[in-house]
Structures are given as structure tokens and as C-alpha cells.
């Protein structure tokens, strides 16, 4: 593993990721999620094999950045996961997560952004 600019920031989103993700998988919230959420907004009835998929992709993405494995693939898969679920759940609920307001973009946005700081350390080149 290599401590270079990123590295403080590949640990934190691997954190947030793997946070986000193991609990739901023994608690049954990745089933619920699928369930409850994807299959009553039009992905029935493959809402828990997508809401599996999303999570693991997120386990998966964990392991690339903390090991520096195929860090773009992973930042470009969880990037369009964290669009995906701005404009499916949190835009309708504003910007900010807490005090303003509950469960909006504004998470979101930061994952975003730190993501493509991951995956151009020095910059996007001309």
C-alpha cells in the first residue's frame, strides 16, 4: 500500500463504503433497501439483486482504494451509484443532510468530488 496525496482520502471513502455496506448485508436493511425501496420505484422484481449489487460494488470499491487496484473503475462505478441515488432519494429531500434539512445531496456531493480527487491527484490534464 502506498501513503502518497490520496492516501488519507482513499482510507476515509473506503471507511464510509464499507460502513455504508456490511451492516445492511446481517441486518437485512440490503434486502429491505431492495424490497422496500428499488421494487416499489420500477425495478421489480430485481430491487434486492440490484440492491446486493449496489453494495457489493461497494465492498469491492473499498478494497480498490485501499489497495490501489483498479482505483478509476471503482471511482466511476460508486460515482454513478452516488448520482444514481441523488436524483432516486436525496434531491427531493434538499441539500443538507442534518440541521437545514434530513437525508439530502450534500453527502453525496462531498463522496463525489473527494472520488475524483482519488482519481486525479495531480489535476485533469488539457
Not at 427531493?92 to 491527484?121: A, C, D, S
Amino acid at each position: 500500500m502506498k501513503i502518497n496525496n490520496t492516501f488519507l482520502l482513499r482510507v476515509a471513502v473506503t471507511i464510509i463504503l464499507i460502513m455504508h455496506s456490511i451492516p445492511g448485508m446481517f441486518n437485512n436493511g440490503v434486502n429491505d433497501f431492495g424490497k422496500h425501496y428499488l421494487n416499489e420505484v420500477g425495478f421489480a422484481p430485481y430491487g434486492v439483486p440490484l440492491a446486493w449489487a449496489i453494495k457489493l460494488s461497494h465492498v469491492a470499491a473499498a478494497f480498490c482504494l485501499i489497495f490501489e487496484k483498479y482505483v478509476k473503475w471503482a471511482c466511476i462505478v460508486t460515482i454513478i451509484i452516488l448520482i444514481a441515488g441523488i436524483i432516486m432519494i436525496h434531491m427531493k429531500e434538499g441539500w443538507f443532510v442534518v440541521g437545514g434539512g434530513r437525508n439530502g445531496v450534500e453527502f453525496n456531493f462531498l463522496l463525489i468530488v473527494v472520488l475524483l480527487t482519488i482519481m486525479y491527484p495531480k489535476g485533469m490534464k488539457k
